[in-house]
């Protein structure tokens, strides 16, 4: 009936998880982290490119962005989401060519700085979504597409007493 009780402390260490961060087949990061602790995506995020922006990271199941936390409870592989970004093609032609071509984000302008080229005997005076139209945007203007797009260099013939009619061959 009194017998001794003898405790002993016995100690385990704690799991340690892994997270990766992966581009592709590229690892981009490694962190550490204590099992059932909250890990915080801190870090990488990843710049946009020419043609795609960074979304965030995903398990397979979960997306995350920067700030987000979750319970870390196994090693975990989170790989880069990336959105292709809508893409528009300004083309200018004058002269029946085309001259210059722009690749626009969707949302995004473009400057209309195009260089139309020269045509004796008329004078540039701008821009127009139509062949044979008038000047709807002028040089230098900011515009902003929303489907691919064909722009017109709209010419005015010169004459001698500065008075005359417009005319657009081109």
Known sequence: VGSDLVLTTRWMQ????TVTF?????VIAEFQGWDNSEFEITCPDLEDTETSEFMGWT???????????FALTEDITLTAVW????????????????????????????ILDVDPGIMDGYTFCGWSLTSGGSATYAQDEAFIPVENTTLYAVWTAEEPDGGGDASNPG
């Open 14 to 17: 704690a799991a340690k998880f």
């Open 83 to 110: 959105r292709d970004f809508v893409l528009y093609e300004v083309s200018f032609v004058s002269n029946g060519e085309t001259v210059s071509t722009k690749t626009v984000k969707a949302g995004e302008g473009c």
């Open 22 to 26: 992966m581009d592709g087949t590229d």
């Open 59 to 69: 398990d397979g199941e979960n997306t995350y962005s920067l700030g987000d936390c």
